[in-house]
Nanobody, 128 residues
Framework: QEPLAESGGGSVQAGGSLRLSCGAA???????????MGWFRQAPGKEREGVAK???????TYADSVKGRFTIAKEHAENFLSLQMNSLKAEDTAIYYC???????????????????WGQGTQVTVSS
């Protein structure tokens, strides 16, 4: 897998906020203009789930559990993919991964992305 790199994870109290960033060394967001990009998370003992996705046209989709609290965006000026997480809950605790998959139109259905573009993950811990 070609790695993406996430940053911005950490520990926060419930109700707090964190902003995650994701980029690829030597590449710009323009390199992913024909890709769907997304954030996934995996909590201990649970399967990986998609949290937020943004397709090549800029359309976004969110898991029901994070709607209204999380925002995914392509930060072209800073050249990274971001995930702004507000009103964090204990159940948001997980390792968060960013990923990209070639998809010039809509993002592919489901969360099982067969792609070379995955990050190593960043831990987010929310204490209640």
């Amino acid at each position: 897998q070609e790695p993406l790199a996430e940053s911005g994870g950490g520990s926060v109290q419930a109700g707090g906020s964190l902003r995650l960033s994701c980029g690829a060394a030597g590449l710009t967001l323009s390199s992913f203009r024909n890709h769907c990009m997304g954030w996934f998370r995996q909590a201990p003992g649970k399967e990986r789930e998609g949290v937020a996705k943004i397709d090549a046209g800029g359309r976004t989709t969110y898991a029901d559990s994070v709607k209204g609290r999380f925002t995914i965006a392509k930060e072209h000026a800073e050249n990274f993919l971001s995930l702004q997480m507000n009103s964090l809950k204990a159940e948001d605790t997980a390792i968060y991964y960013c990923a990209a998959i070639f998809a010039p139109g809509n993002c592919p259905p489901g969360d099982n992305w067969q792609s070379r573009w995955w990050g190593q993950g960043t831990q987010v811990t929310v204490s209640s």
